[in-house]
C-alpha cells in the first residue's frame, strides 16, 4: 500500500535552514520505525511550506502501527517542542493518506485532495507508482540540467576574477604592498572555494539523475597518491600537521576512474586538515586485500585510508555524517567553512565504482575513513 504521508508548516517567510533540519531529522526517525520512504519532496507557497514523503506498507494495521511509535517517539518529541521554542507553533497537521489518483502528481497544484479510499487493486497500484517514478525523474533531470546550466554560466566569471587577482597579485601591472597582496589572497581563496562548491552540486545533480559518466582505467595507485598528497602537503604544512603515506612497495593497478579516485582522495584528506588542530598528525595508506567488506563484491579490492587525530564525530552525528547538505551543529566544526556535500558525493562515488566506504571515529580523539576500490583484472 502507498500512502502519502504530508507535513505543513504555516509560516510568514520560509526559513530554508529550519526546513532542512526539520524534514532531515523526521525522514531518519521515520526509517527507525521501518519506514519505507519511496520518495519525498517539498513544496513551497509565500506562506506555507509542505513536505512530503511517498511511504510503502505491506498493510493498513503495520502503516497505523509504526506511525504510531514515531508520534511517541521521544526525540521527536523533542525535536517539535524545540523547534516551537524558537519559532513559536510553526508546525501544523499531520495527516496520513492513501492514493488512489492513478493521475496524481505532487508538482501540479490542486484544490482537491487525494481520495481517502484504500487502493482498489494491484494494477492501480502499479500505475500510481509508474507514473510517480516517471514524474519524480522528470524533475530531478529538470533539477540536473539547470544546476549544470548555472555551474557553466558561473564557470567563466570565476576564471576571469581568479585570472587578474593572480596577474595583479604577480606585480605585472605594479607594486602590490601587503594589505593589498592579502585581499587578493581572499579573493582567490573564496574564488576557488565558489569554483569547488559549484563544481559538487553539479556533481550531486549529475549523480542524482544518473547522468554522471566515469572513465575507468588501470589507475596506478602510487601516481594517484603523489598528485593528491602535493597539495595536501601545502594544507598540512599551512597549520603545522604532520602528514604520513603508509604504502607497500608494491600495489596492483586498480580499475576506476582516476580522476574521481583524486577527488575521494583529496577531499577525505582536506575534511582531515580541517577538522584536525594545529601540529595534527594526519595518515593516507593504501594496500591490497581479499575483500572481506564486500562478499558480492570483487575478490581483490584496494583499501585505502585516511587517519587524523581532529575533532571526531560525536555519536549522534555519525549516523548522518553521508548525507547530502549535512553538517554538524558542533561548534567546531560550523567555524569551518563547507557544504555537507563531500561526504555525499564520496560515497556515491566510491559505491559507482564498485567499492564501499566507512569509518571509525572517537569523539575529540580522531576519525579514519575507509573505502575500497576493486584491483584491475589482468
Partial sequence: MIHQLRIYEIFEHNKSSFHDR?????????????????????????????????????????????????????????????????YGDLVGEVESRVL????????????????????????????????????????????????????????????????????LASGALGEVNAMQANFLRTIRANVERMSALVSDLNDSAKIEANRLRLDYKRVQIPDILDEVLSTAKRLAESKGQTLELHLPAQLPPARADQFRLSQILAGLLNNAHKYTPEGGVILIGAEVAANKWDPEGAPQVIHFWVQDN???????????IFQKHFRSDDSRVREVAGSGLGLHLARNLVEMMGGRIWFESEFQKGTTFHFTIPVAEG
Avoid at 527507525?32 to 509542505?50: C, H, K, P, S
Wanted: charged content about 25%.
Fill in 22 to 86: 526539520f524534514r532531515d531529522h523526521a525522514a531518519r526517525i521515520m526509517k527507525n520505525y521501518g519506514f519505507d520512504i519511496l520518495a519525498m519532496w517539498e513544496a513551497q507557497t509565500e506562506v506555507r511550506t509542505e513536505f512530503v514523503y511517498l511511504l510503502q506498507w505491506p498493510d493498513e494495521a503495520a502503516m497505523q502501527g509504526a506511525w504510531e511509535q514515531f508520534m511517541a517517539d521521544e526525540e521527536w518529541k523533542e525535536i517539535k517542542r524545540v523547534t516551537r521554542a524558537q
Fill in 100 to 167: 488512489v489518483q492513478t493521475n496524481y502528481s505532487p508538482w501540479l497544484e490542486s484544490a482537491q485532495d487525494a481520495s481517502l479510499n484504500p487502493l482498489s487493486d494491484s494494477a492501480d497500484l502499479a500505475t500510481t507508482n509508474a507514473q510517480l517514478y516517471e514524474q519524480l525523474q522528470r524533475a530531478i533531470l529538470a533539477k540536473s540540467e539547470f544546476v549544470a546550466f548555472v555551474a557553466h554560466e558561473l564557470k567563466n566569471p570565476m576564471t576571469s576574477i581568479k585570472g587578474y587577482s593572480e596577474l
Fill in 310 to 320: 581532529g575533532i571526531g564525530i560525536s555519536t549522534e552525528d555519525q549516523g548522518r
